[in-house]
């Protein structure tokens, strides 16, 4: 299953192409610069031509910078190229309770972070980001600021930019984009948080040897991101990847969507506070971090609530190994803090039922400083100038 693919074959007959290389060629000076034009080309396996032009194209917008003079063998002196520091991107990932609020460079190094609490009043809600975004422009100085990401824990339409589905923020169906446009004259790339994980993964994780992945994220509710055959799946409406609310049992809770019984409201991070208050555990205001302490500090009742709460995860990640086949499955919240404890838990539950002839898949907590979303948010405004996936 993860036998060796050519690794940048996937240049078709399409436009798209160019992006591919450019992405390919972006990605090898951000990781491994400074690095010259001969080198790009034996790296990538494409035609000197080919690097040339892309290379003078990112020199000329800005995102490559020419560096140092080398010194080789035989009196050849060639041109190292880095990555622009200068270039930024504001990330926000809005989250029911909390919103971050983040400047990094094009290498997905974060320069800041601000957390702001997330009221349940839209207008409030976006007034305070915006106020937030501003003090973060007036402190740039020289740097650019190329756009700003947005995560969203739920759908929005991208004709109206109002919001459509995000059953556990409640703003109904607001337009966060265009007040934010308006107010800070930068381009505001939005979308859906696991999606958005999707493409940190593919940006920052240098996946491009996987063409099928699915990021799991876990928070209050459940998200999916779904890369197939190396795009992302929106379908209709942008609907798609909407596992969480599919539900599993018709007598279970009621789920913030109204149905009763789906994925989320086994395996989401409430979840796991719900079980821990029905095991007598009474805090309303514990949050979950707070019972993954509890549980690596020996609270029994808290370590058993997380296990019930892994145990549906897996269970529930069968649907998406039996229904799409990935070769990875990336699972990104909080619980990845503990994953030696909990990882096992979720990935034997996987493994319990991949039918005859499947492949269970490789499950990998995401990046473990927590800022996965985040990335998302930058890969996001990335992947608009080298639209790789769309
Ligand atoms: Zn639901």
Redesign the pocket.
Known sequence: MHANKPKHSQAASTEVVRDINRRIILNLIRTRHPISRADLARVSGLQRSTVSSIVEQLIEERWVLYGATGRLPRGRRPTFLRLNDERVIVGVDIRPTQTTVALADANGRFISQELLPTPGDPEVAVTALIDCIQSIMRGCGEKKIEGIGISLPGRFSAASDRLVFA?NLHWGDFDIHTPIAKATGLKVEMENAANACVLAAVWFDLVDDCHDLVVVTVSE?IGTGLLVNGRLVQGMNAMAG?F????LDPEGPV???????????FASNRAGLRYYREAGGQESDLTFADLLTRADEGDVAAAQAIDKMAHSLGRGMRMIVAGLAPERIIVVGDLTRSWHRYGPVIETEVQRQVLPGGCPPLLVPAHEDGRARLRGTIALVLQKHYGVLE
């Open positions: 059953p509710g909407e969480g609310h599919v539900p789920c913030g969507c109204g149905s009763r019984g789906c994925w989320e409201v």
